[in-house]
């Protein structure tokens, strides 16, 4: 039997449906490759950057260490303040504890924002069971069942009244607290630990009112008559409950910000205090071990912890209603229909704002301690004490022991010895463990320099140098040794106030004493803890001691390079700061809520094409581009012997060949796309780099893979360990590598100016010296660990303003900028070798601190001699925070954001051709010169270990993912005109067959 032939036939339905969906699919895929093209860039440095292809292994090694570490960091960042009968540490015998406060259930491991954690993975309570100690199921299950978790954790989704939201049912309502649970938890334990938790965080301050949930589902209570850093009238009745109910009473504090506290003292039987900081995500495991003493509470305060915040020369200008708002600025940014989305919801800015420094150089300890000095406290008294007892709780610096020490000073120049310009003062100091348990103590040195009234501002003590001492056993001694150079006491007179023809650094002639203190406050009693010595005459330093450049005004008066006085006094903001020879008549008691803009604040207030043409010098030569000299500074992710030497020494003639050969397009586009990382540069063998966010968790807030959650900075800064802040940069500095990250938008060092400061927790401190020698050993050992740092932010973002961070105006002498908010930065440059920055969101006086020249060029560059990279922060509006301003002022990056940027000024003199390459020489340093660190690091202790992986790309990257399905896409798209033309030849062959049937 013949097979007769299968007979196709067509299916024009289901192939119409092919052809449909698949052309669908291919417009779809086509378009999502378009769309994927313009983002390339910002993809790139989130999954397409080479890695260093480190193993499991090594990653889980690294983990394991950085938790020990971060523990470590904790137990000494935590600071005893109250320990009455010696309370603390508790009893071996005590196995059970109540946890008392609503806080205990939502421990905070960070603040929110960019200095953040991810996830807080052990809090109290989960330690507390780890460490084999029982608390009380049913206080815990009532807090969450009232209210589980804090309904606003993101400050940059949420307006201040919601982050900062308080939450606590009362004591005496017993919807919450019944007869018989409050019976029950007195059975269960006569030991309470009462947790008390404020957030803050990124573009939100901390509230100067206290807004509040007491009854579960209820509405806000709002009380105007206490800040959300006082204790809630909910808090202090269950404190005074607990006090009178509980034989020990211990409080911890979980807060982002500096409190009110005094209650603690007042309220009969609260025993101890701690003050826990923020423990990140893993270390609020070793509290239980402080509580009970296997760990010892070695830190010290980082700030000034005073009974009522508004005695803060900052306070009145500080915080939402600190903030002022210009009469006549409506339409100028970003009152011009910019919108703000960092709130709940979108907002348009209704007003152009501006904060006053007024407080000028008096903030934290110089203030208080120089108040104390000039008797401005001598009319206090109150239930604490009276003159400065009455009214600084903790001053900074302090901390209390399980232990007793006993000082000997061992070593010190002699009593009414002469200073010279170049020399210093140095203290040996033997420290004594006096006490029967190990511990460690932290030795402090102030100097105290002649004040002339009505002369140059000066504070009557600063911190010129500190130590920290080993573990030290019971009866163990170590000698630490704390040196002071002189030109580092000396003070900036911008406005030639001690009438000597000089503006500049320098110091007056006279006694300068120096103290040896347990505190800012608290002298030791040794012998020769206090010593003077004298200054003949008068010392200038017209020059930097480090760099050699002269040093003069930059923002003062007719010297303003930006053209606008930082001061305010030729723009009429009419300003009065703070001066010592009036406190009283100065103190600032309100903010000024509005005032006119002067025309040439006007004029500056966004950049324009002709302020671009103003920056063209006609002298500038043109640049070469495009040469092929052959020459790389990575091959195959190796770096290679000349990207050693040109990471080495920014000024090898070698430099210029390499630069020769970018293209104008690699430059603009390394400078336009600085977001999430460094742009690949064929011409010179540069590969796609990546870099991240997270001051206390590396990748935490926007990255790809993140690294362990750290205690924050400022619990960092409480640890008063150099060492442990180097061992930290180092440890964030290798997950960073491990993770895929290059660059650390990290660490920031802004100041503590007010404790209503939102971020605070994320800086260090309300001292320069202390937050310049933290924050550079953390540099430091990133440099170790071979990532580069952009610390931020530069300069004076150290509040939110409320809600209005966006281009606030923000005036104060030069003096107060010199001397407090940037002497952290420069320590970094000067003495950490940082080789990256970020500048910030605020104006600098009239003009933005990312498009500053006296900032980025006069200050940074010539006078210090910064050689590395600056990067802009996020730039939400580019009118504002403008890259062709940025690259002409000194930037050298520009975060563009998400979307990337446009140049839209002249981009065609030599001038801009100039910048561009100064700009992408300053960035290939700072890429390089950790490589240089890292290597130098690895062969001083001999490890090859601790070299940094070269870093390759993967076989596949999204390209090819993107490439394999538009190929699909398109085969499925032929497939399917493949069947509709099958189909159609189908058709005409059976319609011949018909028509020849018929003739037939």
Known sequence: MTKQPKVRKAHPVLHGIGLALSAILLVAVLAGTYVLSTMATIIDSFIGAPSGHYSKTEIADTKLKAEALAAEVEAEGTVLVQNNDNTLPLSADTKKVNVFGWASTAWLGGGSGSGGVNAVNTDLLAALTAYGIEYNTELTD???????????????????????????????????????????????????????????????????????????????????????????????????????????????????????????ETIPGVDACLIAGLSGSEAASVIPAVLWGEKEPSGRTADTWAYDLATAASYANAGLEGVGAYTDAEGLYPADGTTCGNLDAPYAYEQVSYVDYAEGIYIGYKWYETADAEGYWSNVSNEHGTGYDGVVQYPFGYGLSYTSFDWKVTDAADDGSTLTRDGD??????????????????????????????????????????????????????????????????????????????????????????????????????????????????????????????????????????????????????????????????????????????????????????????????????????????????????????????????????????????????????????????????????????????????????????????????????????????????????????????GWYAPATNMHRSPFNGRNYEYYSEDSLLSGVICGNTVQGANDAGVYTYVKHFICNDGESGIYRDSVYTWMTEQTLRETYLRPFRMLVEEYDAVGLMSSYNRIGAVWAGGSEALLTGILRDEWGFDGAVITDYADHHSFMNGDQALRAGSSLWMSGMMGGQLTCETGSNSYMQALRRAAKETLYMYLHVRVTNRDYAESIGDTAALRHDFKPAVLGWRHLVALIDLVAVALFALAIRGIVRDVKLYKAAKAAKAENKNA
């Open 425 to 742: 003062v140095t203290v040996k100091v033997t420290v004594t463990n006096a006490g029967d348990r190990a511990g460690k103590d932290v030795v402090q040195l102030y100097y105290t320099a002649p004040y002339i009234t009505g002369e140059i501002e000066k504070s009557s003590v600063e911190l010129g140098a500190f130590a920290k001492t080993k573990e030290l056993q019971p009866g163990e001694s170590e000698e630490v040794t704390l040196t002071v150079p002189v030109e580092k006491m000396a003070s900036y007179d911008a406005y030639d106030a001690n009438h000597n023809g000089f503006a500049g650094y320098e110091l007056d002639a006279g006694d300068y004493i120096f103290t040896v203190r347990h505190d800012a406050h608290t002298v030791d009693d040794a012998e020769k803890a206090t010593l003077t010595c004298t200054l003949p005459a008068n010392v200038q330093y017209p020059t930097d001691g480090v760099s050699g450049s002269e040093v003069g005004n930059k923002f003062t008066g007719s010297d303003a390079i930006d053209g606008v006085s930082l001061d305010g006094s030729d723009s009429a903001q009419n300003i009065t700061y703070l001066t010592r020879a009036d406190f009283a008549g100065t103190f600032p008691k309100a903010c000024t809520p509005s005032r006119a803009m002067t025309d040439n604040v006007k004029a500056l207030n966004l950049y324009t094409a002709d302020m671009a043409n103003g920056y063209i010098n006609e002298a500038d030569e043109a640049i070469t581009t495009g040469a092929k000299n052959g020459l790389k500074i990575e091959d195959n992710g190796k770096t290679t012997e000349l990207g050693y030497q040109l990471g080495a020494d920014f000024n090898d003639p070698q430099w210029d060949a390499l630069l020769d050969q970018l293209t104008v397009d690699e430059m603009e586009n390394l400078f336009v796309n600085g977001y999430g990382g460094l742009v690949e540069l064929k011409s010179v063998g540069k590969a796609r780099s990546k870099d991240a966010d997270g001051p206390a968790q590396i990748g935490g807030f926007t990255g790809m893979g993140a690294g362990t959650g750290f205690p924050s900075s400022s619990t960092l800064a409480q640890t008063w360990n150099a060492d442990l802040a180097l061992q930290e940069g180092r440890t964030i500095g290798k997950q960073a590598l491990q993770n895929g990250y290059t």
């Open 142 to 264: 009532m807090y969450k069942d009232f209210q589980p978790g804090r309904e606003y954790i993101r400050t940059l989704n949420s307006r201040p009244e919601q982050s900062g939201r308080l939450y606590e049912p009362d004591i005496n309502n017993t919807a919450y607290y019944t007869q018989t649970m409050l019976d029950n938890a007195k059975n269960y334990s006569d030991t309470a630990v009462v947790v008390i938790g404020r957030l803050a965080g990124e573009s939100n301050d901390a509230t100067k009112q206290q807004y509040k949930r007491t009854e579960k589902g209820g509405g806000i209570v709002v009380d105007d008559t206490r800040t959300m850093l006082e204790l809630t009238t909910e808090e202090e009745n269950l404190l005074t409950y607990i006090g009178a109910n509980y034989a020990h009473v211990v409080v911890l504090i979980n807060s982002t910000n500096v409190m009110e506290l005094g209650q603690l």
